[in-house]
Every structure is written in structure tokens, then in C-alpha cells.
């Protein structure tokens, strides 16, 4: 299985379709925002939310969707990375509900080589996100600073650090 990709394996114009999608809960929403201290009632109060927005219910807190995406992208984007270095733009184009699957894809915009490290580059790409209709609900790009593959083979290859099991003899 990937997880994360070399400076080398990624080319401007490849789009990344990450997988599975996931399904977003009442209790995820509400666990997002006790973590992070929003408590604003339109996350929070559905009898708020129904009787007071133009939504008449719930929306998921847009930093969850954000968080989520930025998770799903983990295994086709930044895996290997060294640094995440900038979010350049962040957009919350829809609404998203209890309810809701969410879907990603990540474009590659750019690619640089460090100026400084002939060992690492820096890959600049966007996200979107999309509900099960494919309504766009969150676009973002970013810069990623990725390793070369000499880099990878350097530090141990592929899974560095992992140990090998010890069977011990009964």
C-alpha cells in the first residue's frame, strides 16, 4: 500500500482521487467542535439551527471538512512528506450536513526543487472536496515539501525506523 509519494513520482496535471469517501456523523461534528471549542449553536443546537438559519438544520463545522480532507490526502500526497510549509488558500464553497459523505481529490499544480537541498522539493497542490452529488463543498491549496527518492533510500528505505518481530523459542 502507498503512502506518500517521492518528489519524483509526482507530475504536474496527475489528479489524486482519494478513497474510501466518509460519511459524516452527528457525533463527529460535535466531537470536532468540543475538541477545538466552538461551540457556536449553528454547529451545536439543532433547535437554534432549524428555527434560526436559513439552513433550518445543522451545518458541520467547516474546519472538520477541511481536517478530513487534509487526512484523506495523507496517503496520495504527503505520506513522505518533510514539512507541510503553506496553506496558501483555503474556500468553503456549500454547506456540508449530518449525513453527508465527502469525497477528495487532489490535483498537482507545480512542482520546484529545493533551492538549498538537492534532496527534497516542494510540491504545490489543491484539494477539493465534494458531497455524494458531487457538490463542491471545500477547495484548498497548499505546498508540501516531499522527499527525493535518494533521500527515502538514505534514511532507511521505504518504512524506516520499523522494527523486525523477535520469535522466541519456547
Known sequence: M??????????VGDVYKHWPG?????????????????HHPLHMDSNYAEKTTDFGRNVVVGNYI????????VPDVSGKAIANLEVESLKHIAPTFHGD??????KVLDKTPSRSKSDRG???????????DGTVVCVFRRKVM????TYVKERGGEQPGRPEPIIREK
Open 66 to 73: 477541511y481536517s478530513l480532507l487534509l487526512g484523506m490526502s
Open 22 to 38: 466518509k460519511t459524516v456523523t452527528e457525533y463527529d461534528d460535535h466531537l470536532f467542535c468540543l475538541l477545538t471549542m466552538n
Open 122 to 132: 516542494i510540491v504545490h497542490v489543491e484539494t477539493i472536496g465534494y458531497k455524494q
Open 101 to 106: 459523505t465527502i469525497y477528495g481529490e487532489t
Open 2 to 11: 502507498r503512502f506518500g509519494r517521492t518528489f519524483e513520482e509526482f507530475a
Open 146 to 149: 516531499v522527499p527525493t527518492a
